[in-house]
């Protein structure tokens, strides 16, 4: 099927490159946006890779400062990846701001303490679908993942809920930080830093 007709033009914005405050802040700035005009301002596509393949997958931001954190299973595919080679990156798409950010860092383990922190906050139908789901694995038929859920929802009605035995969190050390925004005729704005020695240092790119 040929879309190569699909097509939308982008407005145009106020320039991007006279931003003066680090990659963080400057995320930080355009993540406040991103809340008021984006459904899941914290959706992302999180690509890893293990032995010279690549994979991508939606995560869901949970936390950011310095560095940006999500959680999930070490039993998972990413989970594996991420075990492998802790070399990673997030993509956000920000449709309704024609706005994109790119960040490519390196992930290290949250500690336990903070993992369960997390885990426990979550609604508790969440923390047990999380026991219930062997991330990634066969199943034998969807029913069966309900019938695990049903199972562990009565069991632990009025108990607390078992803290998985795979379940981790990361957080992602930015080394690059890109912001993409759209602009008219395909000349879009984009700005690249870079950490060099501990410094962020800027650069502008050609669409």
């Given at each position: 099927m040929?879309?190569?007709?699909?097509?939308?033009?982008?407005?145009?914005?106020?320039?991007?490159f006279?931003?003066?405050r680090?990659?963080?802040l400057?995320?930080?700035?355009?993540?406040?946006?991103a809340?008021?005009?984006?459904?899941?301002?914290?959706?992302?596509a999180?690509?890893?890779?293990?032995?010279?393949?690549?994979?991508?997958?939606m995560m869901?931001?949970?936390d950011?400062?310095?560095?940006?954190?999500f959680?999930t299973?070490?039993?998972?595919?990413?989970?594996?990846?991420i075990?492998?080679?802790?070399a990673?990156?997030?993509l956000?798409?920000?449709k309704?701001?024609?706005?994109?950010?790119?960040?490519?860092g390196?992930?290290?383990?949250?500690?336990?303490?903070?993992?369960?922190k997390?885990?426990?906050?979550r609604?508790k139908?969440?923390q047990?679908?999380?026991?219930?789901?062997?991330?990634?694995s066969?199943?034998?038929?969807?029913?069966?993942?309900?019938?695990?859920?049903?199972?562990?929802k009565?069991?632990?009605?009025?108990?607390?809920?078992?803290?998985?035995?795979?379940?981790?969190?990361?957080?992602?050390k930015?080394q690059?930080?890109?912001?993409?925004?759209?602009?008219?005729?395909?000349?879009?704005?984009?700005?690249?830093y870079k950490?060099i020695?501990?410094?962020?240092?800027?650069?502008?790119?050609a669409p």
């Amino acid at each position: 099927m040929d879309i190569g007709k699909t097509r939308k033009n982008y407005k145009s914005k106020n320039g991007i490159f006279n931003n003066k405050r680090s990659p963080l802040l400057f995320f930080k700035e355009w993540y406040k946006e991103a809340e008021k005009k984006v459904s899941e301002p914290n959706a992302f596509a999180l690509s890893t890779s293990n032995k010279n393949k690549t994979s991508s997958r939606m995560m869901l931001l949970k936390d950011f400062s310095n560095t940006f954190t999500f959680y999930t299973n070490t039993s998972s595919k990413k989970g594996r990846d991420i075990l492998s080679n802790k070399a990673a990156s997030m993509l956000f798409w920000w449709k309704e701001l024609e706005q994109q950010i790119r960040i490519e860092g390196t992930l290290s383990k949250l500690s336990t303490y903070k993992v369960k922190k997390y885990f426990y906050s979550r609604p508790k139908d969440s923390q047990i679908a999380a026991l219930s789901s062997n991330q990634s694995s066969q199943l034998e038929s969807y029913n069966h993942l309900i019938e695990e859920f049903d199972t562990n929802k009565k069991k632990y009605s009025k108990k607390r809920v078992p803290f998985p035995k795979d379940w981790v969190g990361f957080e992602l050390k930015p080394q690059m930080i890109e912001f993409w925004q759209g602009g008219p005729n395909r000349l879009h704005q984009r700005i690249e830093y870079k950490k060099i020695k501990g410094i962020w240092e800027a650069k502008i790119l050609a669409p």
